[in-house]
């Protein structure tokens, strides 16, 4: 697959569930409204199509949601894809808040996960319950640790969020590297309407790296894992530190993937509207070859770049959509 620039598409992120057992602030409003049941793919259905998109070129896969493993039957899914791996497929992987990584790491492992990523924005318990309304630290601490044990390896993904965590990137980087963890630090995205301030949470990394410049030696590394993070090496932990900064500067260049979301709509950008129905094409026919012709008029109209822009004036979000709906 390969899209009007020439960027070839091999990555897709599927979100299993819109929902979670979080309300992070920056996520979701507390009182969401999410699908209803009859709109949302069968884990069969879901099979199907990432299924399909292996055979059209996607080398990895990554579930997420909502919260991935919220979901009824997640392992089965889980299971059936990690059958792909080695057969065109690269990796099979995860993106989760680690609520319930206590009760699956193992599973996970024997599905074939080798590396997931984690969601903690703070190592400070009452901060946590703050940012995520209805998380408990110590639940997702043992969760991780869990995973560390099954052998899995874990990348910790934390927001930056000014007033929040902004003191605390040192002490995480630390607790990063006593137990062997790449920290990805994120920006806020403008996606859907939240109950704060947008403004109020935004922090450039670029501030955040010229901290943490005071107390680490970060060295520049053409380090890729298939995602639009850029890496530095922290010599004093052995690890590495992403940035993901969507908005301070353009990460769409070298963009090779595309997002499923759990009512089989395809988005081509995390920051456009334009998507594809791929569950209709999924219900009104059986034939493989029809899917596969919608998966590829979808890759035809995907855009060059995104459009994040905060509406200063209205503090609205540039894109009606929430991210626990494409997942990240
Ligand atoms: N529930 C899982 C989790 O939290 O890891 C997976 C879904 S969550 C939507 C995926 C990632 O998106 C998380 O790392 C989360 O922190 C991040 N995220 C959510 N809303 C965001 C926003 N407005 N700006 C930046 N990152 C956001
Ligand atoms: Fe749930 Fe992840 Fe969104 Fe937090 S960021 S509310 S854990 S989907």
């Avoid at 070839?8 to 699908?35: G, H, K, N, P, Q």
């Avoid at 590829?296 to 929430?322: E, Q």
Wanted: glycine fraction near 10%.
């Amino acid at each position: 697959m390969i899209d009007p620039f020439g960027r070839t598409i091999t990555y897709l992120r599927v979100s299993v569930t819109d929902r979670c057992d979080f309300r992070c602030i920056y996520c979701m409003a507390e009182d969401m409204t999410f699908l209803p049941r009859a709109d949302l793919l069968s884990l069969e259905e879901l099979e199907r199509l990432a299924g399909t998109f292996v055979r059209l070129g996607v080398r990895k896969l990554r579930l997420t949601g909502g919260e991935p493993l919220v979901r009824r039957g997640v392992i089965a899914l889980i299971n059936r894809l990690g059958l792909h791996i080695g057969h065109g497929l690269d990796e099979l992987t995860l993106t989760t808040n680690g609520s319930q990584l206590g009760r699956f790491a193992d599973e996970l492992m024997a599905a074939g996960v080798r590396r997931i990523n984690v969601s903690v924005d703070t190592l400070d318990p009452d901060k946590f319950a703050a940012i995520t309304r209805w998380g408990k630290l110590s639940q997702v601490l043992g969760g991780i640790m869990a995973a560390k044990d099954a052998g899995l390896k874990v990348k910790i993904n934390a927001v930056a969020l000014k007033g929040v965590n902004e003191d605390e990137f040192d002490s995480m980087l630390e607790w990063c590297g006593i137990h062997g963890f790449d920290l990805c630090l994120i920006e806020t995205m403008p996606l859907g309407a939240i109950d704060g301030d947008r403004l109020d949470q935004y922090l450039p990394l670029s501030t955040v790296r010229g901290r943490l410049t005071r107390n680490w030696t970060l060295t520049a590394t053409d380090h890729a894992t298939g995602g639009p993070a850029r890496y530095v090496d922290v010599a004093e932990t052995g690890t590495r530190l992403g940035f993901i900064t969507p908005l301070t500067h353009n990460f769409c260049e070298g963009c090779n993937r595309v997002r499923l979301t759990c009512d089989g709509t395809l988005y081509m950008c995390l920051g456009q509207n334009d998507a594809a129905d791929l569950r209709s094409v999924l219900r009104g026919s059986d034939g493989e070859r029809v899917l596969e012709d919608a998966i590829m008029a979808a890759i035809a109209r995907k855009p060059k770049g995104h459009d994040f822009v905060i509406d200063r004036n209205h503090n609205r979000p540039a894109l009606a959509r929430h991210m626990n709906v494409t997942g990240g």
